[in-house]
């Protein structure tokens, strides 16, 4: 997993059209439950998904999927945590982001 943003280092990823929609999806949902975050991304091209961070404490991660479903994993679960209940299909409704 490798973190990219536009203002990184020139060895940082640029991220596909295809993981920019995702992360702009991802910050989106965000923005909605905490308008003024510190957003990061992280690239999974091997789950075809991206993660959005919220980098201060007590944030947390959604991890979008290519078919924009979601999981929300607070601050307090490790991203491999995470990651292991992506892959096995656990999603958060897109809803519960208001």
Known sequence: MREAS?????DAVTPTPEQRRLI???EALYRR???????GHVLLPEDDAVAVVHRAR????????ADESVL???????INAALIDFR?????????FR
Do not use: M, N
């Open 6 to 10: 536009a203002g990184k280092a020139a």
């Open 72 to 78: 929300f994993s607070g601050s307090a679960l490790d």
């Open 24 to 26: 702009e999806f991802g």
């Open 58 to 65: 007590g944030g947390g991660t959604i991890l979008v999927a």
């Open 88 to 96: 096995a299909g656990r999603r958060t409704p897109v809803e519960r």
């Open 33 to 39: 439950i905490a308008a003024d975050a510190d957003i």
